[in-house]
C-alpha cells in the first residue's frame, strides 16, 4: 500500500508549512523542498496526527 498527500492538503489542514513541520519534528526549509507530493514517510507521520488530511491509497501493480 502506498500513500499519496499533496503537499496543499497538508499545509490547508495545518495553516502553515511551519505547523506542518513542527507536527512531525522537520524543519520548515524541508516542507518547502517537498514539491507537489509528501514524502510517505512524512504522510504517514501526518497522519498519525490527523488522520482526517486528504490522501489517497494506492496498491502498487505486481511486477510480473
Not at 4 to 11: E, I
Not at 36 to 64: C, F
Request: no cysteine; charged share 20%.
Amino acid at each position: 500500500m502506498h500513500i499519496v498527500m499533496k503537499t496543499s492538503d497538508a499545509v490547508k489542514a495545518f495553516k502553515s508549512k511551519a505547523k506542518v513541520a513542527s507536527a512531525i519534528g522537520i524543519s520548515k526549509q524541508a516542507v518547502s523542498q517537498w514539491g507537489d507530493t509528501v514524502p510517505e514517510a512524512s504522510a504517514l507521520k501526518l497522519l498519525r496526527v490527523d488522520p482526517t488530511i486528504s490522501h489517497s491509497q494506492e496498491n502498487p501493480k505486481a511486477s510480473a
